[in-house]
């Protein structure tokens, strides 16, 4: 167990929805990261908060938003989604950008 | 051209032989890191380096900045060492902005 929490594990959902996926990082990790994981497109970055501020932008779409809230949990906002955006969502944190990160077990959305 | 690249793609081998996955990178880097994916699809981060040579029980990776090439060797691999191993690298601090190579399937056969 990492200590990063990711909610929900799966997740199904149709074309043209919207929906939020949420990570809870390890305890005093004030740096959080996003990444995308699809069949074509592998491991991207998508974007990374440290202490509630947008610290680094990935490959995320204009339909992607996320926050990192005062408590360091963070949210992924996807919208109008597509069948392309069906992939696995992974969030890590860390202490600061230069210390190891963790992984959470990550979210599995499909679009149908 | 993929700005990371790894070799080979996958990878059968026996119980106890010796391993090496290579990672070769295009763009300037100030940290490079190696992860395991378990079939399970949970990542772990294996090392975070940016100079030489590190090693966590059986396992090594090294660095070599000139020739931007990176390795991850295992030593005396065993079954439940196999799952996708993936290099990826950083261009300013140690996690920002990190770009991923396709990923290395390891898998050991008792």
């Known amino acids: 167990d990492s200590g990063v929490t990711q909610t929900p594990k799966h997740l199904i959902t149709a074309t043209g929805q919207r929906v939020t996926l949420r990570c809870s990082p390890r305890?005093?990790?004030?740096?959080v990261y996003w990444y995308q994981q699809s069949l074509d497109q592998g491991l991207q970055f998508l974007i990374q908060y440290y202490n509630g501020e947008e610290r680094a932008k990935g490959n995320i779409l204009e339909r992607f938003s996320a926050q990192q809230f005062p408590d360091l949990h963070s949210e992924l906002n996807l919208s109008s989604l597509e069948l392309g955006d069906s992939a696995l969502y992974f969030c890590?944190?860390?202490?600061?950008?230069?210390?190891?990160?963790?992984f959470g077990q990550g979210t599995r959305l499909t679009v149908v | 051209k993929n700005e990371v690249e790894q070799s080979p793609q996958n990878l059968t081998a026996q119980e106890g032989e010796f391993i090496t996955i290579n990672c070769s990178y295009s763009?300037?880097?100030?940290?490079l890191h190696w992860l395991q994916q378990h079939p399970g699809g949970g990542i772990v981060s294996l090392f975070m380096?940016?100079?030489g040579k590190k090693k966590h029980g059986r396992l090594i990776a090294t660095i070599n900045i000139q020739e931007k090439h990176s390795s991850l060797h295992i030593t005396a691999s065993h079954p439940r060492d196999s799952a996708v191993y993936i290099c990826a690298v950083s261009p300013n601090f140690g996690n920002e902005k990190l770009t991923f190579g396709t990923g290395t399937r390891l898998t050991i056969i008792p």
């Open positions: 380096l940016s100079s």
């Open positions: 305890s005093g990790d004030l740096s």
């Open positions: 890590a944190s860390s202490v600061d950008i230069r210390t190891e990160a963790f």
């Open positions: 763009v300037g880097i100030s940290a």
